[in-house]
């Protein structure tokens, strides 16, 4: 059930994705490397994959609160929750990044926002299994397509690599415990439709 409290913890946390600096509790992966030299090419290069990475994290908050609304296990919310707030390690991480780059964030983190809480929201009504399913699938592609990140990333910017290295590792550890709680495989089409919204995504955010 959707109560006014979850509501309100939803919308508190909207603003606090979108409008303040994310905090994480562990050190920033490859804090302690210096910084590379790099060409203006490969600065570009480097900050709008890491706004990409940011913009991922910011529908992988939206996605997870949304499901957290809807969902009808207080066991099933709880793993949400705590898959949420590892994410938003990521978000501090790549968020610091891209100022260390001399970049800036995607223009349109309120609209993904608002789409992935929308898809969010749909995912839980549909029941615990599918949430769940759906949670894995998210983060396999997620996995997928860091490791594509870490093929395109200059090989000597070793901060970035190391943030991109650490947050694959996390996301694959949500997808076996979305799994192990019951998690059901989604139907090809479902998971083919995630992969069209994700390219849509990611193509945009690369350069806005």
Not at 25 to 46: C, F, Y
Not at 56 to 61: R, T
Not at 184 to 205: D, F, N, Q, R, Y
Request: aromatic fraction near 6%; proline fraction near 4%.
């Amino acid at each position: 059930m959707i109560t006014i409290d979850k509501l309100i913890i939803g919308f508190d946390s909207a603003l606090r994705t979108l409008s303040t600096p994310a905090q994480t509790l562990r050190p920033v992966p490859g804090n302690e490397l210096p910084e590379a030299e790099m060409t203006d090419a490969e600065k570009r290069l480097s900050c709008a994959l890491m706004r990409v990475n940011h913009v991922g994290e910011v529908c992988a908050q939206a996605l997870y609160q949304g499901q957290g609304l809807t969902a009808r296990n207080e066991t099933v919310q709880q793993t949400l929750m705590q898959a949420a707030r590892e994410e938003t390690e990521h978000l501090a991480w790549t968020e610091r990044r891209i100022a260390e780059l001399g970049g800036h964030k995607s223009f349109l983190n309120p609209l993904w926002y608002g789409g992935s809480f929308a898809i969010g929201v749909v995912a839980g009504m549909l029941g615990d299994k599918w949430n769940l399913g759906f949670l894995a699938e998210t983060e396999h592609q997620v996995g997928a397509h860091l490791a594509g990140h870490l093929e395109q990333l200059p090989n000597h910017d070793e901060k970035s690599r190391a943030i991109v290295s650490q947050m694959k590792i996390d996301e694959a550890s949500h997808a076996t415990m979305a799994l192990s709680y019951g998690g059901a495989e989604l139907p090809l089409p479902v998971k083919l439709t995630m992969k069209l919204g994700s390219k849509l995504m990611t193509h945009t955010a690369y350069w806005v």
